[in-house]
């Protein structure tokens, strides 16, 4: 049997955010996490951009920045100052569909323009000795640039690229083509990251036989699962992981006490929402309750806790 992959946690802002990547840390299982980006706009004021990223945030587990932006000379100064706080990895998100950021020339819209893409990960590149990666969509509206945009990237000097594979267009609808991940591992001569609609083992197992990709990494499978990274590693070590109710409630006991102090009541609330809306859709028994769940308004969080935590311990089953 071949030995398990690099396994990464994506990047996913506003949903694995600080909160959700040191419960996860606490579990464990992957090898690295991505920090959701960092926006450097036209007026980036660096020293306090920057203090949002702690490197060593899950130590041991390694956590790479990640940079959205459009300006080659900022983003290879905010780059030199994401390696002085510890970065062992900068990123260069290629892939944000919002349309506030591709209004601005970053993220996805990077993609209209692989000189660009490649001007800017190169100004990053030579503007730091720690390896500097691209994270790209497959287009913008359509897939007429990927390949440009691939080679682009990887003449940068990029050290590894990941690919989620859909367009800025697609956003999350259509299911992602891995046959596109097949495409850029065969054109490229760097590791490529498979990315996009891993939710099982079997996924996991289907995306590298498909695509020959070298590492992974596991987005909103992670927030329906937090275990699926233990469960790859343990199909690769020839034994499997099951995980308890016990591991799933310490889970969410670290997830409640990482919400921050200064959150309002109703914010954690939400946070809460959120993470149990993935769980709930991802098991038979939970999706009919969904609905109810994300429109209780109880008084506080306990009463939300005390009346969502019974039906989850019921209705949840190994995945
Ligand atoms: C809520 C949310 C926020 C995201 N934020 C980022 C981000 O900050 N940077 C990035 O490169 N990708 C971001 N992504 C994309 C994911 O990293 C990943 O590429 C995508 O979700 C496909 O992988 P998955 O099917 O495993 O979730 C985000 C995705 C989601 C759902």
């Known amino acids: 049997m071949t030995s398990c992959p690099h396994l990464i946690l994506a990047p996913m802002e506003g949903v694995g955010d600080r909160t959700f990547r040191k419960?996860?840390?606490?579990?464990?299982?992957?090898?690295?996490?991505?920090?959701?980006?960092?926006?450097?706009?036209?007026?980036?004021?660096?020293?306090?951009?920057?203090?949002?990223?702690?490197?060593?945030?899950?130590?041991?587990?390694?956590?790479?920045?990640?940079?959205m932006g459009s300006d080659p000379e900022l983003m290879a100064d905010m780059a030199k100052e994401m390696e002085r706080r510890g970065a062992h990895r900068i990123d260069l998100n290629c892939g944000c569909p919002s349309n506030t950021v591709t209004g601005n020339g970053a993220g996805s819209s990077l993609l209209k323009d692989p000189n660009l893409l490649h001007t800017i990960a190169k100004a990053m590149a030579n503007a730091v000795s720690v390896p500097v990666t691209v994270k790209m969509r497959s287009g913008y509206g359509d897939t007429s640039l990927f390949k440009e945009n691939l080679l682009a990237a990887e003449e940068s000097g990029i050290k590894f690229l990941t690919l989620h594979p859909r367009t800025k267009v697609d956003g999350y609808g259509p299911p992602a083509?891995?046959?596109?991940?097949?495409?850029?591992?065969?054109?490229?001569?760097?590791?490529?990251?498979?990315?996009?609609?891993?939710?099982?083992?079997?996924?996991?197992?289907?995306?590298?036989?498909?695509?020959?990709?070298?590492?992974?990494?596991?987005?909103?499978?992670?927030?329906?699962?937090?275990?699926?990274?233990?469960?790859?590693?343990?199909?690769?070590?020839?034994?499997?992981?099951?995980?308890?109710?016990?591991?799933?409630?310490?889970?969410?006991?670290?997830?409640?006490?990482?919400?921050?102090?200064?959150?309002?009541?109703?914010?954690?609330?939400?946070?809460?929402?959120?993470?149990?809306?993935?769980?709930?859709?991802?098991?038979?028994?939970?999706?009919?309750?969904?609905?109810?769940?994300?429109?209780?308004?109880?008084?506080?969080?306990?009463?939300?806790?005390?009346?969502?935590?019974p039906l989850l311990h019921k209705g949840w089953t190994a995945p």
């Open 23 to 67: 419960a996860m840390a606490s579990v464990g299982g992957f090898d690295e996490a991505v920090m959701d980006f960092l926006s450097v706009p036209k007026n980036a004021h660096i020293p306090s951009l920057s203090k949002k990223y702690q490197a060593d945030e899950l130590s041991p587990i390694p956590l790479a920045a990640q940079l």
């Open 177 to 309: 083509k891995w046959e596109l991940i097949a495409e850029a591992k065969s054109l490229l001569k760097i590791p490529v990251v498979g990315n996009g609609d891993i939710l099982t083992v079997e996924d996991a197992l289907n995306m590298l036989k498909q695509t020959k990709c070298d590492y992974l990494m596991i987005g909103r499978g992670s927030v329906a699962n937090p275990f699926i990274f233990h469960q790859i590693k343990a199909h690769f070590a020839g034994t499997t992981y099951t995980p308890t109710w016990e591991a799933l409630y310490n889970y969410l006991q670290v997830f409640l006490s990482e919400l921050p102090e200064e959150m309002p009541m109703r914010g954690k609330i939400n946070k809460m929402k959120q993470l149990f809306g993935f769980i709930f859709k991802s098991k038979p028994a939970l999706i009919e309750m969904r609905r109810s769940m994300l429109t209780y308004t109880p008084a506080n969080l306990t009463d939300f806790l005390d009346a969502t935590i």
